[in-house]
Nanobody, 128 residues
Framework: QVQLVESGGGLVQAGGSLRLSCVAS????????MGWFRQAPGKDREFVAA????????YYADSAKGRFAISRDNAKNTLYLQMNSLKPEDTAVYYC?????????????????????WGQGTQVTVSS
């Protein structure tokens, strides 16, 4: 089992940048496929980005393409999400998620049900 702790959220003006981090503990981080999701008030949790175990392949939601970058440092047990050109509609609680084994990967990379472990979330607020 892995424990996930996000950090790096905060208040930023539109057009600004933030880098979120997710530190994993309790199991070999490099064995997990990792993802970022977000949830705005009154909305369902939605996919943002995902990365394979080696970091060699990444997946993005259309809303994140060209602005966000997911990466991982397996030596530091840390997942990152670099967010640039932030918009007010990016305001949400951001969660990192992990899955050790998936029989359907990559088919379900953007589905919350695909992931077994979740962090507590970090708030990102973008002001206009």
């Amino acid at each position: 089992q892995v424990q996930l702790v996000e950090s790096g959220g905060g208040l930023v003006q539109a057009g600004g940048s933030l880098r979120l981090s997710c530190v994993a503990s309790g199991h070999t981080f490099g064995g997990y496929i990792m993802g970022w999701f977000r949830q705005a008030p009154g909305k369902d949790r939605e996919f943002v980005a995902a990365v394979t175990r080696s970091g060699g392949t990444t997946y993005y939601a259309d809303s994140a393409k060209g602005r966000f970058a997911i990466s991982r440092d397996n030596a530091k047990n840390t997942l990152y999400l670099q967010m640039n050109s932030l918009k007010p509609e990016d305001t949400a609680v951001y969660y990192c998620a992990a899955v050790l084994f998936s029989s359907t990967w990559p088919a379900g990379y953007d589905e919350t049900d695909e992931y077994d472990y979740w962090g507590q979330g970090t708030q990102v607020t973008v002001s206009s």
